[in-house]
């Protein structure tokens, strides 16, 4: 009788170390689902403000001074101006931003998380980027800017300009 026992508590065991090793690797799944999901959204939130900011600038004479919060992950937001030509400078620091210019992908704004980005595209001829010079950003001209964040935040200074909305470091 006790070896009948002793053979079904063995597979009584292992059958129990099978369901909680499925619940851990399916449960392991769906967080990590749950969490892209969660930065798909927060990546999301943050075109719409950026969106919302831009309409607000338009116009003649309005300007923000703005503290943007990057999406978790983003160290840098570049923007770049669709009516001028790809910039030389920015295929030396930003290949993949160049290549989408270039190849004219009709995006001009992109969030950089080491060598993963993320892009949109805001409505176009809106976006200009300021002659002005910077500290803290990347730039070439007024072609494109690109400025890192300093914990998790970029300052950027949004001036309206009719239809337009010229992008600078605030």
Known sequence: MKSAQTT?????????????????????????????TGSEVEIMQFEKQLETLISSAR????????????????????????????SAPIQLTHPIIYDSWDAETQSNVFLVQNNKLKSFYIDNG????????VINCEKDNSAYICCKASDGKVKLKLSGKGRSVIVGEG
């Open 8 to 36: 079904t508590d063995i597979f009584v065991y292992a059958f129990a170390v099978i369901v909680v090793g499925l619940i851990l690797v399916f449960g392991a799944k769906k967080i990590i689902e749950i969490r892209n």
């Open 59 to 86: 116009g003649s004479g309005n300007e923000f001074i703005e503290n943007l919060n990057l999406p978790a992950g983003f160290s840098e937001i570049c923007f770049i101006d669709l009516d001028k030509s790809p």
């Open 126 to 133: 809106v976006i200009k980027v300021s002659d002005n010079s």
